[in-house]
């Protein structure tokens, strides 16, 4: 099992992002999947959730109407598209498939001016 996230990075307030997770070793259009994130010396809190095979969502209170998570199935991807970024959304974003223990090395968004 494998998953591995990309697309962040440094923006400014206001901008946007798309962050990306690549599944691997497993049955990706079975399992829900969720994005989180962690702030230094903090837990991870979960900021999305999508259900499987797809078509069903949940969010954070801090991030509704801003944020949306989907997937490809054909692709073995779950997407975050970030927009109207804040300075509080600057952590470390890792995906997440329910059921599964495992994590990828996350990736980095940095909102600031």
């Known amino acids: 099992v494998q998953l591995v996230e990309s697309g962040g990075g440094l923006v400014q307030p206001g901008g946007s992002l798309r962050l990306s997770c690549a599944a691997s070793?497993?049955?990706?259009?079975?399992?829900?999947m969720r994005w989180y994130r962690q702030y230094p010396g903090k837990e991870r809190e979960l900021v999305a959730q999508?259900?499987?095979?797809?078509?069903?969502?949940t969010y954070a209170d801090s991030v509704k109407g801003r944020f949306t998570i989907s997937r490809d199935n054909a692709k073995n991807t779950v997407y975050l598209q970030m927009n109207s970024l804040k300075p509080e959304d600057t952590a470390v974003y890792y995906c997440?498939?329910?059921?599964?223990?495992?994590w990828g090395q996350g990736t980095q968004v940095s909102v600031s001016s």
């Open positions: 070793g497993f049955t990706f259009s079975r399992y829900f």
């Open positions: 997440f498939a329910v059921g599964l223990l495992t």
């Open positions: 999508i259900s499987s095979p797809g078509g069903s969502t």
